[in-house]
């Protein structure tokens, strides 16, 4: 089972703002540490979404764009990051 594992990536999704008094704020030096921590055991990746592409579902065709758009939103606020993690080989 172990080895199996070690040929899994692990995707992480990022969260790094909090509020505070009512404004957004970016949790630098939690996410300086988390990516210092995973790189020690992991090759790490940083991605994020670079634009949406809606005509690149046959699905939404019947629909006009705004709709399209919609469809694929999730409503996010800041422009997310993803961490890609693969496991380092001894």
Known sequence: MLSLLSNCNVICELHPWVK???KRVYRKVEEENL???ASKFFDVEM???ESYSPNDFEEL???NEVERLIAL???RGPNMHWLVLTPKKN
């Open 20 to 22: 505070r008094n009512g």
């Open 35 to 37: 990516l210092k921590n």
């Open 47 to 49: 991605i994020q979404r």
């Open 61 to 63: 065709s019947g629909f």
């Open 73 to 75: 939103s999730e409503g």
